[in-house]
């Protein structure tokens, strides 16, 4: 089972550690790089609870429409990571997720995720409403801390 702790150190950032499983693991040794993206899911769990408080998706309101990955460094069995995630970019309809993955404080795959305020009622994209805009707001990186990008 895929042991998932969520943890909110930083004013802007939410932390979830997750333990590697043997079936990350690829035939070179490492975690392969297909589980990153589900990993980086993971650690969007409390922006989706800004967004839909009850996760029903009856009410869904996230539309991912992009997702880049930089793999930067081998993660391994046997070690904890961390995934860091916050607000990158809040935009009318749109806003952008920064992420990356530490293990043993090393920084090994960053990225940023691209959502759409959406009603899938509708099937159309929506103006984000300022009190979700504003509870974003709250984990939004400021100019401090702009090289968590690079």
Known sequence: MLKILILEITPF??????????????????????????????????????????????????????????????????????????????????FAVGERVLQQGDICAKGVATYVYYNYNKAESEEIPLSVRNELKKHMTGEENRNLRE
Not at 28 to 46: K, M, Q
């Open 13 to 94: 950032m939410f932390e979830t550690i997750i333990t590697p499983r043997v079936n990350e693991t690829d035939g070179a040794g490492h975690i392969n790089n297909t589980v990153v993206p589900i990993w980086f899911e993971a650690g969007r769990l409390e922006i989706f609870r800004i967004l839909t408080p009850d996760l029903s998706f009856a009410s869904w309101k996230a539309a991912l429409v992009n997702i880049n990955i930089d793999y930067v460094k081998q993660i391994y069995l046997g070690k904890d990571c961390l995934i860091q995630t916050w607000i990158d970019r809040i935009g009318t309809k749109s």
